[in-house]
C-alpha cells in the first residue's frame, strides 16, 4: 500500500487545509494600504452566516465600512469618544486603520418565546469565527476588538442596527508583513480540558 494513502486512512487529524486555517489566523493590528475585493468580502460573509443559531434565529448582522464609507465609522467613533471623554481624533483614525470594518450585531429574535440573549450573541461570535476563518482562508487578515468605542451606540446607529447591539467589529485587509504579530500564549489544551 501507498504510505500516503495508508496514513490518509490511519489518520485521527483533521484535515490539513482546516487545520492550516485555523492555526493561521491571527489578531492582525496592521495592514496594507490595498482594497479588499468586494467578492471575497461576500464570499467570507457567504460562509459566516452558516453559523448554528438555537431556534434558527440568525441573529447576526454585518455591517461593512470600506472606501469612503469609513467616514461614517469615523464620525461614531468621534462622537463616541467624545461622549466618553476619550481622545476624539484618535478615536476618529481608528476607521482608518484597516481598508474595512465590518461591524458585527446581533438582533435578537423577541418574536421567539424562548429565544435568550445570550444564545444569540453566541450564535453572532459564532458566526464571526466563521467569517475570520474564511477570511484567513483567502489570506486575509482580521482585527476583533469590542472596545467600548466600538461597541459604542453611536457605532450601532452607523451602523443601522436596530432593536440589538454591536458585539463587535472586525477590521479586515491584507496584512503588513513588514509588522511582527503581537505574542500571545501559546494555544495549548493543558489545563482547559478536563475528561471524566
Ligand atoms: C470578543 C473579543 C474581543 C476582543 N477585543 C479586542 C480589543 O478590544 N482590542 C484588541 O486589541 N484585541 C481584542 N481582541 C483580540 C484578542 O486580543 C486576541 O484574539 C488575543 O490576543 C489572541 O490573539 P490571536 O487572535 O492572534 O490568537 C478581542 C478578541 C475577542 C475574542
Redesign the pocket.
Known sequence: MNIAADEAVHSTTLPSTFEDIVRRR??VYFFEDRDVPRHLLEQALELAVFAPSHFNTRPWRFTVFAGSARNELAAAYEKAAMRMGWHPLRARSRAFDAPVTVVIGCVPDVRHPRVRPLEEEFASAAATQNLMLALTSMHLAS?????PLQVSREVERAAGIVSGRVI?VLQVGYRDTTREL?K?PRPDISGVVHWR
Open positions: 491571527r489578531t482585527a476583533l476588538s469590542s472596545s463587535g503581537f500571545r
